[in-house]
């Protein structure tokens, strides 16, 4: 393994949430609820928000570094960095950012945030606004292809198709989503559980899903603040070890025609394995998992190319019982997930991940040494990483 890694340098010491609101339904604009989530993260961590100095987010967050300095008061920026494109794929990518600022002591104590109000602004899951196609959208919108859903359900199709993967794997997946969040509160989804008929009798988005495959969308704000892990015992809680992080897409990923060498990825071909070299660790010593859904079919082509399970296999591997806390072969997205927890982007993956190995989950899952998060499929760049207790370092 290389000597050039992030493995075990640095720590998240505070997380932080707003209330998690439906689309539209914020009482506060974006920039405030981006504030309140940093506020609610150093109150975790016990720290004055004062004591920040860098800033790290991704997918184009409207919320400027040196606004919220000046905002918190800060004495001064050391960092500000935002990963681009990628929609939710730039989640571990933008922790990933983070850590290395931290590590190579560019700043010491930097929050990562995504904050949205889509009611305020645009909606991700609808066609963009105006008249004229440009770039992409020009070689897809004549040809009726818009929305998120659609341009990446003909991928989905695809690898379902040639893999001969059957309906009930993806409804496994939003079952255990809806399953746990009936025991986390925050949930939008709290008290609304989902049943095998439901799923079975809601109506198509868009085949190969249907309503409860589709993430949901919100209005909210989540952080995470990351410090040297030689501070990390000096933090209210458990500290959460970054053991890796990885960016990217494979050759020619970004060829958006529907040309792409590799159509039915989730992009995560060349990415994982990356991840799993600089973490030191295999599928296998993997506790939990939270991936980003903004659809189920990337959720299973994820698992399938982060080594989980091969793809002819997810027929078996998927089912629910396999998939929920705390007694499942991979229990996944515990607190919901974007499906039945909120839609923050994804970030909110990353603030469940650290609570499995702080053991503060609403479905923690037994001695969960190394827990992984994976943003994005299906987007580009996408990315991935694995935090660890202080025992895996």
Not at 27 to 34: D, T
Not at 49 to 62: E, K, L, V
Not at 234 to 239: S, V, Y
Not at 355 to 382: E, F, L, W, Y
Request: proline content about 6%; glycine content about 10%.
């Amino acid at each position: 393994m290389s000597k050039r890694t992030l493995r075990g340098k640095v720590a998240i010491a505070g997380v932080g949430e707003t209330t998690y609101y439906r689309h539209g339904k914020s009482p506060v604009s974006e920039f405030k609820l981006a504030l309140q989530a940093i506020l609610a993260a150093c109150e975790d961590a016990g720290i004055d928000p004062r004591r920040i100095d860098g800033f790290a987010s991704y997918s184009n967050d409207r919320n400027e570094p040196s606004r919220l300095a000046a905002a918190l008061g800060l004495p001064a920026l050391r960092f500000s960095n935002m990963n681009w494109g990628g929609g939710g794929g730039g989640g571990s990518a933008a922790m990933g950012n983070a850590a290395a600022a931290v590590a190579c002591g560019m700043a010491n104590c930097v929050v990562v945030f995504r904050a949205l109000a889509q009611g305020q602004f645009q909606r991700f899951g609808a066609a963009p606004p105006g008249g004229v196609a440009a770039g992409e959208a020009a070689l897809n919108a004549p040809y009726g292809v818009m929305s998120p859903a659609q341009r990446y359900a003909m991928r989905a199709m695809r690898f379902l198709h040639e893999n001969k993967i059957e309906p009930s794997a993806q409804r496994a997946i939003a079952l255990a989503s809806y399953h746990h969040a009936q025991s986390n509160p925050r949930a939008v989804m709290h008290g609304r559980p989902l049943t095998e008929e439901a799923y079975d009798q809601s109506r198509w988005i868009v085949e190969p899903w249907r309503l409860f495959d589709c993430c949901q969308e919100n209005d909210g704000a989540a952080a995470l603040i990351v410090v040297p892990a030689e501070e990390a015992r000096d933090f209210k809680h458990k500290p959460a070890y970054i053991l890796g992080s990885a960016q990217g897409s494979e050759y020619r990923n970004g060829a958006r025609s529907h040309n792409a060498p590799l159509y039915a990825t989730s992009s995560f071909t060349t990415v994982a394995p990356q991840l799993y070299d600089m973490a030191g660790v295999k599928p296998k010593d993997v506790d939990v998992v939270q991936s980003y859904e903004n659809f189920t079919g990337g959720v299973l082509m994820s698992l399938v190319e982060h080594g989980f399970f091969a793809a002819e296999e997810a027929n078996d591997f998927l089912t629910p019982a396999n998939l929920m806390a705390p007694t499942g072969k991979l229990p996944l997205n515990t607190s919901g997930g974007n499906l039945a927890e909120c839609y923050m982007h994804g970030l909110e993956l990353q603030i469940e991940a650290v609570r499995q190995i702080r053991g503060a989950s609403t479905a923690q899952v037994p001695k969960a040494d190394v827990s992984m998060v994976i943003s994005g499929p299906m987007v580009t760049p996408v990315s991935s990483m694995i935090f660890g207790t202080e025992a895996t370092l």
